[in-house]
């Protein structure tokens, strides 16, 4: 059956070789183990090691859940990674290294569950959101949120609609909430973009599970609605092109997605590129350009903190390999998200 | 003797080990290959010479072997509370 998850064993199948950390950094390791066993093919034991920590993880789930949600007051909406999960063929297959929860008092959330016995995550150096907590014995950060993760340079939907729209998690456990397929579409599709645009090929394969059995009819208005109008589009023509039943090589994924299929990182150049072009997906001219310009003077100014000596160092050697692989010690200031 | 799995202990297969957590004490364990045939065994109401029959018709073990590995396996559920004696 020529369904999304044969289509994407049949985009790994020349990558089983590449190297845990390779298929990690698209979010397909695990997919990939899978594939490796159907062919009676050995698993590498570093790709066992990832399958047996993400099965501990789901295990821990609903506790860690439940204690959350015995702890926090008022409503908790949970995001992406276990909520998309649910819809994987075996949860275990899509791997997260930590929880994002919504909450509507998040530093009310963060103080009650430190009571409670949780701790903060010592080394976190991202200051955009609050410092995540973890219980003791259970290594899954749990990021709590004010706002959901969304476009650097747009407004994401305000808290009330979103609290409003609210459903109950696919987690199944009481008094824990998600969003509507409709709207977490959209919200994994604004994430997906919110470092560089569709960055990794788990991205789009979350994206396309979450919206799958939902029509254009249902999607398109909503992403309009929210300014996503033309990253939606983008987005889903790229699916179509890289996972759809008729696979393509559509200008979206020329654009923004010819490294997901080759299943490998963009250049330090291509990186730089994507981040400053797609804020011309932005909803508007005037957004358009006000992107552009945060985006591009965020770029060129020191990170918090940084000398500059530091930053001229980081910008040359930028330059110097802007055709090397964008590797995590450039994504400095750029945090890679796991949820 | 049979045994039970409380409440507290989640557990699950991962190809042919099994994972489980206990989640009073939030303390994993991973069982191998042999110990987790042994343990779907034992998890599912058998006895410990049940499990130690089962090793010797899959594994090349003899059953003073089986007998003596189930025996270790299930002295160690009990005393991490991951199994429970039925009364």
């Keep these: 059956m020529n369904t999304l998850w044969s289509r994407l064993e049949t985009l790994i199948a020349p990558k089983l070789d590449a190297s845990p950390d390779h298929l990690a950094a698209h979010g397909v390791h695990l997919l990939a183990a899978r594939a490796l066993r159907a062919l009676d093919r050995p698993v590498p034991r570093q790709l066992q090691d990832m399958e047996r920590t993400m099965a501990l993880r789901e295990l821990a789930l609903p506790s860690l859940l439940t204690r959350i949600r015995a702890t926090v007051s008022g409503p908790i909406i949970l995001l992406k990674g276990p909520e998309v999960a649910a819809r994987y063929p075996d949860p275990a297959l899509r791997a997260y290294g930590d929880l994002d929860i919504l909450v509507p008092e998040p530093l009310a959330a963060q103080h009650a569950l430190l009571a409670a016995g949780f701790q903060l995550v010592d080394d976190y150096a991202f200051p955009h959101h609050l410092q995540p907590v973890f219980w003791p014995g259970l290594p899954i950060p749990i990021e709590i949120h004010h706002t959901p993760s969304w476009l650097r340079w747009m407004t994401p939907p305000t808290n009330a609609e979103l609290f409003d729209l609210a459903i109950p998690s696919a987690t199944g456990l009481p008094g824990l909430l998600t969003l509507p397929p409709v709207e977490h579409t959209l919200l994994l599709a604004a994430h997906s973009w919110r470092h560089a645009p569709l960055r990794r090929l788990i991205d789009l394969v979350d994206i396309a599970t979450m919206a799958e059995g939902l029509d254009a009819g249902q999607l398109d208005p909503k992403a309009g609605r929210w300014g996503l109008g033309p990253v939606w589009n983008t987005t889903r023509r790229a699916i179509e092109a890289l996972v759809g039943p008729d696979p393509s090589t559509s200008w979206p994924l020329h654009l923004w997605a010819r490294h997901l299929r080759a299943m490998r990182d963009r250049t330090v150049a291509e990186q730089h590129a994507a981040v400053w072009l797609g804020t011309l997906w932005a909803p508007t001219p005037r957004a358009k350009l006000h992107a552009l310009a945060a985006t591009v003077a965020g770029d060129l100014r020191p990170l918090g903190g940084e000398p500059w000596p530091v930053k001229v160092q980081r910008t040359s050697r930028a330059i110097r390999d802007a055709a090397s692989p964008w590797t995590p010690r450039d994504r400095r200031g750029q945090h890679q998200e796991h949820g | ?87």
């Design chain 2, 1 to 87: 003797m049979t045994y039970r799995v409380p409440p507290h202990v989640h557990f699950r297969s991962l190809h042919d080990e099994v994972v489980l957590l206990d989640t009073k004490s939030d303390s994993y364990l991973g069982l191998n290959q042999t110990a987790a045939v042994a343990w779907g065994v034992i998890a599912t109401g058998g006895t410990q010479a049940e499990a130690a029959t089962t090793l010797v018709t899959q594994f090349d073990v003899t059953p003073e072997q089986a007998d003596n590995d189930t025996g270790t396996l299930v002295a160690e559920l009990l005393a991490k509370g991951l199994i429970e004696a039925e009364p």
